[in-house]
């Protein structure tokens, strides 16, 4: 054995591993357990969170904070719709496709409807989609982002085109509108008229010019300047009749709201307001759309 002498160890303690060096980790895909221990039972395996879970203090905190969070949100919607009426907003976006189709033709074309009152059903006021004098805020909303985005279609078209002036535009529109509605509100009030109209029914009608201005000015685009004069006034007439088949059944007497004569001073105001206010809307729609169009 001198010539082989790695072979010595092997002879003196025949009991000795032959399989090779140790692995550097254990085989543990059989899931058995490492060396030796195969039949012993390691307990039940507790998690990190389990401890915290099992805590009645802790369940009990954490209901608490789940009841400060219910109450907290009940809070805020309670004081949101005093002065954001969200469940009066969804009365105002009640629409469908049949109603806006109906609505754009009554304002582009008002002078053939005969029935102008809103339908009520105990009291209230029924949905828009079902009656199509009742005011709603979709078409006005649609409109302004439309108008704003026309606009943009006829700057670009004229080399004009930049996002600051898009969003003047649409600054300048808007707070024009709120001018709008609270000179009426003012009028109303110095007036002392007592009427259901709410300040966002006023938001509403003031916003169907909308629809008038976008006609203007498309007809601008297609057919210059001469297109864009006859299609605003025609527009202009349509939203001055349709304002005051409108408002004249709000503002002004029952009386007048019948076809009787209207006399006294107080409903003279009130006639004179109704003018005034459907003369307003060919005003802004000639002043938000005339340098648009070249």
């Known amino acids: 054995f001198s010539q082989y002498p790695h072979l010595l160890p092997l002879m003196r303690n025949p009991s000795a591993d032959i399989s090779g060096p140790s692995p550097l980790f254990e085989d543990t ?41 219910t109450q907290g949100k009940e809070m805020m919607d309670k004081n949101l719709d005093r002065f954001i009426p969200i469940s009066k907003l969804k009365y105002y976006f009640a629409v469908d496709t049949l109603y806006v189709g109906k609505k754009l033709g009554l304002l582009v074309f008002p002078y053939m409807h005969q029935n102008w009152e809103v339908s009520y059903q105990q009291d209230t006021p029924v949905a828009p989609r079902f009656d199509i004098n009742a005011p709603d805020l979709y078409i006005p909303v649609m409109g302004f982002i439309t108008y704003v985005l026309v606009a943009g279609l006829a700057l670009g078209t004229q080399n004009r085109f930049t996002p600051e002036i898009l969003g003047m535009q649409a600054s300048s529109a808007l707070v024009w509108l ?38 203007g000015v498309l007809s601008g685009l297609l057919f210059g300047r001469t297109g864009y004069y006859l299609s605003l006034l025609w527009c202009c007439l349509s939203i001055f009749v349709f304002m005051i088949r409108t408002l004249r059944l709000k503002i002004l007497s029952e009386a007048a709201a019948e076809g009787v004569l209207v006399r006294g001073a107080k409903n003279q105001l009130r006639m004179y307001l109704t003018m005034a206010i459907a003369a307003a809307q060919p005003v802004f729609m000639y002043w938000l759309t005339f340098h648009l169009v070249r």
């Open 178 to 215: 709120i001018i709008e509605v609270l000179a009426t509100l003012l009028s109303l009030y110095l007036v002392t008229v007592n009427t259901d109209l709410t300040t966002i029914d006023l938001v509403a009608f003031s916003g169907y010019k909308y629809v008038g201005m976008i006609m």
């Open 29 to 69: 895909s059989t899931g058995s357990p490492p060396g030796g221990h195969r039949g012993q039972d390691k307990g039940p395996v507790n998690y990190p969170g389990q401890s915290l879970l099992s805590d009645p203090m802790s369940n009990l905190a954490m209901a608490y904070g789940s009841s400060l969070a």
